[in-house]
Nanobody, 122 residues
Framework: QVQLVESGGGLVQAGDSLRLSCVVSTRTFSNFAMGWFRQAPGKEREFVAAINWSGATTHYLDSVKGRFTISRHNAQNTVDLQMNSLKPEDTAVYFC???????????????WGQGTQVTVSS
């Protein structure tokens, strides 16, 4: 089984930073691409960032490029999302996910965490 647990969410002001972390319980973490998605109330889940199995390739939602950075640490079975210059529109529940490739479609990921709330006040 593969289990994912996110942490690091919270309530911050616009312009602040947060670092989300996802711990993955699996013997073969380095086999997985990892993604971050977010979902605001009443909206569809949207892609935020992804990283391939080695960490050599990353992809980002256009609106977070230059502000967010995804990274992975295979020895610790973790993937992080460093979020800088946060905006109120970043407010959402953030989910980490594991799948075979670093794609943008949530349907392509096989395993999901429960999510962590990020709230950015104006």
């Amino acid at each position: 089984q593969v289990q994912l647990v996110e942490s690091g969410g919270g309530l911050v002001q616009a312009g602040d930073s947060l670092r989300l972390s996802c711990v993955v319980s699996t013997r073969t973490f380095s086999n997985f691409a990892m993604g971050w998605f977010r979902q605001a109330p009443g909206k569809e889940r949207e892609f935020v960032a992804a990283i391939n199995w080695s960490g050599a390739t990353t992809h980002y939602l256009d609106s977070v490029k230059g502000r967010f950075t995804i990274s992975r640490h295979n020895a610790q079975n973790t993937v992080d999302l460093q979020m800088n210059s946060l905006k109120p529109e970043d407010t959402a529940v953030y989910f980490c996910a594991a799948g075979p490739f670093a794609t943008r479609g949530p349907e392509e990921y096989d395993f999901w965490g429960q999510g962590t709330q990020v709230t950015v006040s104006s």
